[in-house]
């Protein structure tokens, strides 16, 4: 597979999503260390006081509150998801996961990187209190692994770039599906109406060409709402109305060229100043022609897709990894060992073995190719890399376990394997740069 255009160039898009992954991860590391540290500090009532401080709205004798934790995880990380759900999108129409070709390779290393760890894991944990959390080590955080690339400089070839974050992508498209299918209790199918009936509203309005954002903002924060009452994890409204959001442009690019070339030589035959349109209805006209012309040519999905990237890296993430990473390493928790093991061997032994195992038959059976200037020893390197699941694993984790104890042996496990996955990752894709 190949990220670059006919010209050589690499797409912006693409570039763009690295750099703000990267950057965001820095701050995402800070915000962790940060939270382990007031953890296992004299200030721990303190920071869990603060996560399970009640906020909500009442009226009348009725009211809705939820911790500040839980407004994190149920409400913020809908944006992490809707703009996995724009990632996943755009990936599956135009990008890497386009065609057959393209997405045979990281599906099928996908694939592989959740099936054997989640494998392993049960085989640990099968018929004990830690078996529903067969889900967490399943998941890989892009931004660590996309971090920790860039740490290798030239040693990471962009092909390798490229197949890691398809393979991410995949990834996050499996784990919505998992916590949507598996991760769900109980069901309101009346709820589930509503909400599908909202999301076709979403559709109609997309169609339509309706361009006011709060008539999108409200009937989104609808279908977050009815997602949240059906029972099924409100994150997956994330994924759903990203699912509704345009990717292409809504204009065609003969008429944008047309209209452009018009507004343009008319704007010519006047002298144009900054002053000159404040009172020449002609040239305002071309300029907003102009505009609207430019505006429709940049697909919605995209647009959200960039300006959302630094909110979610830099605000969402960090907030829930400060409210959820925090757990006590001396606290004797009464977890069985088998949880933080089962996830340990799971992400650090499943997750390469899973995804370079998959990509090998893959590859025999001639469905899919390596990527350009990739060796084997970098795609195992990649497959450790995705053996940090950090972010989307603590979130499974919190759904997997009612009890506290599981899920304090559960972040245990998911801490030190990303740590040791990220140590291998890094020395298997820097030792095969040497070699090179």
Not at 60 to 80: E, P
Request: with cysteine.
């Amino acid at each position: 597979m190949d990220q670059r255009d006919r010209s050589g160039r690499i797409p912006g898009f693409f570039l763009d999503f690295v750099r703000s992954e990267v950057s965001g991860s820095v701050v995402l590391l800070a915000c962790t260390a940060f939270a382990l540290a007031l953890a296992n500090s004299p200030w721990r009532s303190w920071y869990d006081d603060l996560a399970h401080t009640p906020l909500g709205v009442s009226w009348g004798s009725a009211a809705f509150t939820l911790s500040l934790q839980h407004w994190v995880n149920d409400l913020l990380m809908v944006l992490f998801f809707f703009v996995v759900g724009l990632e996943i999108k755009r990936e599956v129409l135009v990008g890497e996961l386009s065609s057959v070709e393209k997405a045979t390779l990281p599906v099928a290393a996908a694939l592989g990187g959740m099936v054997v760890p989640a494998a392993l894991y049960t085989l640990l944990n099968a018929g004990g209190p830690g078996a529903p959390g067969w889900g967490v080590p399943m998941a890989t955080d892009i931004a660590f692994a996309l971090g920790i690339l860039a740490m290798l400089g030239r040693r990471a070839p962009l092909g390798l770039k490229v197949f890691l974050t398809a393979l991410a992508i995949a990834d996050d498209l499996g784990a919505v599906l998992v916590i949507a299918l598996f991760y769900t209790e109980q069901i309101a199918v009346v709820a589930l109406l509503v909400a599908a009936a909202l999301l076709g509203l979403l559709l109609l309005a997309a169609r339509a060409g309706v361009r006011r954002p709060e008539v999108y903002v409200a009937l989104g924060l609808g279908v977050w709402a009815a997602v949240l009452a059906s029972g099924v994890h409100a994150t997956v409204a994330g994924v759903l109305v990203a699912l509704t959001v345009p990717v292409r442009a809504r204009r065609d690019p003969a008429e944008f060229r047309a209209t452009s070339a018009a507004a343009l030589a008319e704007l010519e035959r006047g002298d144009l100043t900054r002053e000159s349109m404040l009172g020449d209805d002609r040239q305002l006209a071309c300029l907003e022609a102009l505009h609207d012309a430019a505006g429709d040519m940049v697909p919605p999905g995209l647009a959200l897709e960039h300006r959302l990237q630094p909110v979610q890296a830099w605000l969402v993430l960090p907030l829930f990894a400060f409210f959820n990473a925090g757990v006590n390493l001396a606290g004797g928790s009464t977890a069985p060992a088998t949880v933080p093991l089962g996830i340990m061997l799971g992400l650090v032994v499943g997750k390469p073995l899973g995804i370079g195992l998959f990509s090998w038959l893959a590859v025999r059976s001639r469905r899919g190719r390596l990527p350009d200037g990739v060796s084997w020893i970098q795609l195992w390197g990649a497959g450790a890399l995705a053996g940090v699941g950090f972010t989307m694993s603590l979130f499974i984790s919190e759904l997997a376990f009612a009890d506290a104890d599981l899920v304090a042996g559960a972040k245990l496990g998911i801490l030190g394997a990303s740590l040791t996955a990220g140590i291998v990752g890094w020395s298997l894709i820097r030792l095969a740069g040497r070699r090179a």
